[in-house]
């Protein structure tokens, strides 16, 4: 059984996306809700940790409040994979991997929705090196041991990347699963609070990696973040004015 945990803090975004697919599920499961419109957690993985803890299915899945499933029996399926995939250590609908130029993902976003990534029609459960924070699945064994980093990731960014990388590091692995979803959000907020956790990510995994995969980006570690990041503004920014 999954345990959903869901940090919000827009109650009508909530209702007519998450919890309206949640509605049409084909099984049980339990809904964690935190409550963040008070800004009462500082960050992603302090409001997610506090969620977690009360978790008792065999899989947490932390997930947006703005995500859809697009199956009445997605969280069947999800379970079938995550059970199929004996070396599991977190999983998720979006994700990097190595000479692969784009995400690995079925999901659409934005308004008109689209597909994310011409990588789209994923067959099969996929390694990956790090996912993307829409939504994550990781099993309840594994969080006991390992909940997310909120010293280095003490904003809204990056605690699934953090978490893939630190769990490849103890010997599990990252994979993407083929499962279809809706994002409302188009996702892109490289903030100030991004580049600060992003550098502290560079510092805590250079040693594993010389790169880290974002959906984002990729983010070298032999080369200033200075640098890199009015590199990729100036890349994205070009790349807009070609497609338009």
């Not at 990731?153 to 279809?180: F, N, R, T």
């Given at each position: ?117 011409p990588n789209h029609g ?10 993307d924070e829409c939504l ?109």
């Amino acid at each position: 059984m999954f345990s959903i945990i869901c940090v919000y803090n827009d109650r009508e975004i909530l209702d007519n996306y998450l919890i309206k697919s949640l509605d049409n599920q084909n099984t049980n499961y339990e809904l964690i809700l935190v409550d963040n419109s008070d800004s009462k957690f500082k960050s992603a993985a302090e409001a997610l940790n506090y969620g977690g803890q009360k978790a008792t299915g065999d899989y947490l899945m932390f997930v947006h409040q703005d995500i859809e499933l697009l199956s009445e029996n997605w969280l069947i399926d999800a379970e079938k994979h995550s059970n199929s995939l004996k070396n599991l250590g977190i999983a998720g609908i979006a994700g990097r991997a190595y000479n692969k130029g784009w995400s690995i993902t079925n999901i659409k976003d934005g308004i008109p929705p689209r597909d994310v990534s011409p990588n789209h029609g994923l067959k099969y459960p996929t390694k990956v090196q790090t996912l993307d924070e829409c939504l994550i699945i990781i099993p309840k064994e594994i969080f006991s041991k390992i909940n997310f980093d909120e010293e280095n990731c003490d904003s809204w960014h990056l605690y699934a990347v953090d978490y893939s990388l630190s769990i490849k590091k103890i010997g599990y692995d990252v994979y993407v699963l083929p499962l279809p979803a809706y994002h409302r959000s188009r996702g892109y907020s490289l903030s100030k609070g991004y580049y600060e956790t992003l550098k502290k990510l560079l510092s805590k995994h250079g040693q594993d990696t010389s790169v880290i995969l974002t959906t984002m980006g990729d983010w070298s570690i032999n080369y200033p973040l200075i640098v890199q990041k009015y590199y990729f503004l100036f890349k994205n920014k070009i790349w807009t004015l070609l497609k338009n």
